[in-house]
């Protein structure tokens, strides 16, 4: 089965650091690039940025550049986001998701399969 | 960029049809045929029920359509039954800079 797992649930205060993770099996992990997907309280999706766990190319969306980071291990098909140092307004559930085509230069089509969500709660 | 632009709420009864609109500009729906379309229920993540378009994923209903005409895509929903209730969004790619954006999200709710 195609799946991606993703880590549990983190509480953290304002300033601290944190990571993320997203885990691929049942396909070729390197083969298809993974994105990430913010989707703040009662709110809508949000385009993160993109990674081909290949090579390791990143693409970020002008909105979250600087602001995280992507990563990826390929040695043990993971995918991670990180923050170094978080505000409230990170709050939000995090989604990460595999790109429909395969070995792709161009991470511009759909995703096909999700993650089952990270929550990520930012409070002093 | 901004989000693509979707209603906040379309209600139908069972087995009607309904019609969701997803408007963006020419750098993005208008440019590509990259749309696709995303259900949420509450609690749950996103599935995908439309990509490229009008092409639908293994497993996805053919009561689910997609479709576009210049910068406004759209999907529908036929034979409308209880199970559709939940959020739709759609996405677009917009260009190498920005790569993918999402729409602002709509309810669909079955009378």
């Known amino acids: 089965e195609v799946q991606l797992v993703q880590s549990g649930a983190e509480v953290k205060k304002p300033g601290e650091s944190l990571k993320i993770s997203c885990k691929g099996s049942?396909?070729?992990?390197?083969?298809?690039?993974i994105g990430w997907v913010r989707q703040m309280p009662g709110k809508g999706l949000e385009w993160m940025g993109i990674?081909?766990?290949?090579?390791?190319?990143?693409r970020y969306s002008p909105s979250f550049q600087g602001q995280v980071t992507i990563s990826a291990d390929k040695s043990i098909s993971t995918a991670y986001l990180q923050w170094s140092s978080l505000k409230a307004s990170d709050t939000a559930m995090y989604y990460c998701?595999?790109?429909?085509?395969?070995?792709?230069?161009?991470?511009?089509?759909?995703?096909?399969?999700w993650g089952q969500g990270t929550m990520v709660t930012v409070s002093s | 960029q901004s989000a693509l632009t979707q209603p906040a709420s379309v209600s139908g009864s069972p087995g009607q049809s309904i019609t969701i609109s997803c408007t963006g500009t020419?750098?993005?729906?208008?440019?590509?045929?990259?749309v696709s379309w995303y259900q949420q229920h509450p609690g749950k993540a996103p599935k995908l029920m439309i990509y490229e378009g009008s092409k639908r994923p293994s497993g996805v209903s053919n009561r689910f359509s997609g479709s576009k005409s210049g910068n406004t895509a759209s999907l529908t929903i036929s034979g409308l039954q209880a199970e559709d209730e939940a959020d739709y969004y759609c996405c677009s790619y917009a260009g190498s800079s920005t790569l993918g954006v999402f729409g602002t999200g709509t309810k669909v709710t079955v009378l």
């Open positions: 990674i081909y766990p290949g090579d390791s190319d990143t």
């Open positions: 020419s750098s993005d729906v208008g440019s590509y045929n990259l």
């Open positions: 049942g396909y070729s992990f390197t083969s298809y690039w």
């Open positions: 998701a595999r790109h429909i085509v395969v070995v792709t230069a161009i991470p511009a089509d759909a995703f096909d399969i």
